[in-house]
């Protein structure tokens, strides 16, 4: 199995800072990346696939880099509605592993 | 508007079975692979398996955990997901999202699979 490494495990913030979050798979899965936010006793939404592309709906402040093995995921300036958990997912190859998640908080 | 309800979740003894459901609505079923998501408390998101749309066999494909445990099936003309859970382990314990499989194509034949919209969740807890 492709495994998901995040990281940092948790990252405290201020608003209006810019942040980023990577994820390292185990092999490459070209583009084959997906990111999603979760906010406590909620869903995931999804918010980048194809490692860079935005999901309709997302703001702007979010954006996905990388393929291969290394992504990114760069929120430019935090809002208050953005301090939740993040994962990665791999949608290349069976099974689709999700990376451990990114907590961020408010510092 | 897409959306997904997931019922079915409750209170299970270990060893035992139950069935979840996913009644989708706001886009054409039969197109979409569907796929589902669980998560236990406090932890992170695991992958539980998806089946594919009828156009591609309406076969299955399952993280190993699960494996010759639970069966996902489809009914299209209802538009509902399913999820049957046999032989539950208290660690198969987690809220279960029910995901539509999103198909968004980067050329003429290659497309990307993310889970674009994904239901409230059921929570399953397997207890004695």
């Known amino acids: 199995d492709i495994q998901m490494t995040q990281s940092p495990s948790s990252l405290s913030a201020s608003v209006g800072d810019r942040v980023s979050i990577t994820c390292r798979a185990s092999q490459s899965i070209r583009t084959y990346l997906n990111w999603y936010q979760q906010k406590p006793g909620k869903a995931p939404n999804l918010l980048i696939y194809g490692a860079s592309s935005l999901q309709r709906g997302v703001p702007s402040r979010f954006s996905g880099s990388g393929s291969g093995t290394d992504f990114t995921l760069t929120i430019s300036s935090l809002q208050p509605e953005d301090f939740a958990t993040y994962y990665c997912?791999?949608?290349?190859?069976?099974?689709?592993?999700f990376g451990q998640g990114t907590k961020l908080e408010i510092k | 508007e897409v959306q997904l309800v997931e019922s079915g979740g409750g209170l299970v003894q270990p060893g035992r079975s139950l069935r979840l459901s996913c009644t989708a609505s706001?886009?054409?079923?039969?197109?979409?692979?569907m796929s589902w998501v669980r998560q236990a408390p406090g932890k992170g998101l695991e992958w539980v398996g998806f089946i594919r749309s009828k156009t591609y066999g309406g076969t299955t494909e399952y993280a190993a955990s699960v494996k010759g445990r639970f069966t996902i099936s489809r009914d299209d003309s209802k538009s509902i997901a399913y999820l049957q859970m046999n032989s539950l382990k208290t660690e198969d314990t987690a809220v279960y999202f029910c995901?539509?499989?999103?198909?968004?194509?980067?050329?003429?034949?290659?497309?990307?699979?993310?889970?674009?919209?994904w239901g409230q969740g059921t929570l399953v807890t397997v207890s004695s």
């Open positions: 997912q791999q949608s290349y190859i069976i099974p689709y592993i």
């Open positions: 995901t539509r499989v999103g198909i968004y194509y980067y050329d003429s034949s290659g497309y990307w699979t993310p889970l674009d919209y």
């Open positions: 706001g886009f054409t079923f039969g197109d979409h692979p």
